[in-house]
């Protein structure tokens, strides 16, 4: 079955270590991108990437890294700059469209819960 | 002020209710999403919407661009409704996939 399958769903860190966590999609869809959800919060964006090799920043950018080698797959990377990183992260994939009448169903992974003790 | 605001925050309701949950929003909008957070995290789209009312199963959303505000009703409430229900928007003029969203009604529906 096609879908977004995100690893691993509980991860602690200890303070200075980066994490990468990992998000594969098989919906051949060109966009995918990294949440960041707190208690409270509407998700917010960390990163996003359109094609393959290209990503951009998102509202949140800071403290994290991300990489688009192939298409299936969009890994994130909390790094140890991030100073507040115990959170639930979503990855999720769309079609790419543009213009007004584009509108861009996301569909999203189970998401990983991050934990720094 | 939140660009996407959801009311109420918390929704109690027993087995068989009506459910409404209430988005507003302050920006332009080329279309409106409502999705569904299951206890486990998981996301799962529940609607598009960009003019008018959609229905699936027991689930009905309608939005009101004149007025920037949108509804997501439950008939006969069951408590594998209970969940969290998130607005978002996708706001004109900015990046093409970027989505706003609100920060979600916490429904619990009881037996």
């Known amino acids: 079955d096609g879908g977004i399958t995100q690893s691993p769903k509980y991860l602690f860190r200890k303070e200075g270590q980066n994490v990468t966590l990992s998000c594969e999609q098989n919906?051949?869809?060109?966009?995918m991108y990294w949440y960041r959800q707190d208690p409270g919060q509407g998700l917010r964006l960390i990163y996003y990437?359109?094609?393959?090799?290209?990503?951009q920043k998102g509202d949140i950018a800071e403290g994290y890294s991300v990489s688009r080698e192939k298409k299936e797959s969009f890994p994130l990377t909390v790094t140890s700059a991030q100073k507040n990183p115990t959170a639930f992260y979503l990855c999720?994939?769309?079609?790419?469209?543009?213009?007004?009448?584009?509108?861009?169903?996301?569909?999203f992974g189970e998401g990983s819960r991050l934990t720094v003790l | 002020k939140n660009e996407v605001e959801q009311s109420p925050q918390n929704l109690t309701a027993q087995e068989g209710e009506f459910i409404t949950i209430n988005c507003s929003y302050s920006?332009?909008?080329?279309?409106l999403h409502w999705l569904q957070q299951h206890p486990g995290g998981g996301i799962v789209s529940l609607f598009m919407?960009?003019?008018g009312k959609k229905k699936h199963g027991r689930l009905i959303a309608t939005i009101n661009i004149q007025e920037k505000h949108s509804s997501l009703h439950i008939t006969a409430s069951h408590p594998r409704d209970s969940a969290v229900y998130i607005c978002?928007?996708?706001?004109?003029?900015?990046?093409?996939?970027?989505?706003?969203f609100g920060t979600g009604t916490l429904l619990a529906v009881q037996p």
């Open positions: 999720a994939s769309s079609i790419v469209g543009s213009g007004v009448r584009f509108t861009g169903e996301l569909f």
């Open positions: 919906l051949n869809h060109d966009a």
């Open positions: 990437s359109q094609i393959v090799n290209d990503f």
């Open positions: 920006v332009g909008i080329s279309a």
């Open positions: 919407l960009s003019s």
């Open positions: 978002a928007v996708r706001s004109m003029g900015g990046a093409t996939n970027k989505l706003i």
